[in-house]
C-alpha cells in the first residue's frame, strides 16, 4: 500500500516563503494525480493545487501566482513551493496521491503565517 508522507512546514512570517515535499513509500506511476489541499481550523479543507502525469496543473485562485506545484518521479516527491505567505495560509496541508486502485493521502503538516 502506498503511503506518502509531508514535509516543509513551519513557522513563517508574512511575505515569506516554505516548501513542503510530498514522498511516496513506492513508484509513482502513471496515471497519477497528485494535490495538495489545506484545512485551517473551523473550516473545510480545501484543495490548493495540483497535478497529473501530463503535467497540467491546477490552483485556487487565492494561490495562483504565488504557490508553484511540480513533480520529480525520478525522487518520488512533489513539491509545492509557497511564497508571498499571508496569514489566511495558515492552515494544515496535505498531499493527496492518486491514482488506479490508490487513493493516498498524508499525515499534513502545519503551516503558520505570523509575525
Known amino acids: 500500500q502506498v503511503q506518502v508522507v509531508e514535509s516543509g512546514g513551519g513557522l513563517v512570517q508574512p511575505g515569506g516563503s516554505l516548501r513542503l515535499s510530498c514522498v511516496a513509500s513506492?513508484?509513482?506511476?502513471?496515471?497519477?494525480?497528485m494535490g495538495w489541499s489545506r484545512q485551517a481550523p473551523g473550516k473545510q479543507r480545501e484543495l490548493v493545487a495540483s497535478?497529473?502525469?501530463?503535467?497540467?496543473?491546477y490552483y485556487g485562485d487565492f494561490v495562483k501566482g504565488r504557490f508553484t506545484i511540480s513533480m520529480d518521479n525520478a525522487k518520488n516527491t512533489g513539491y509545492l513551493q509557497m511564497n508571498g505567505l499571508k496569514p489566511e495560509d495558515t492552515a494544515v496541508y496535505y498531499c493527496?496521491?492518486?491514482?488506479?486502485?490508490?487513493?493516498?493521502w498524508g499525515q499534513g503538516t502545519q503551516v503558520t503565517v505570523s509575525s
Open positions: 493527496n496521491l492518486q491514482g488506479p486502485r490508490l487513493n493516498a
Open positions: 497535478i497529473n502525469n501530463a503535467g497540467i496543473t
Open positions: 513506492e513508484k509513482i506511476s502513471s496515471p497519477y494525480f
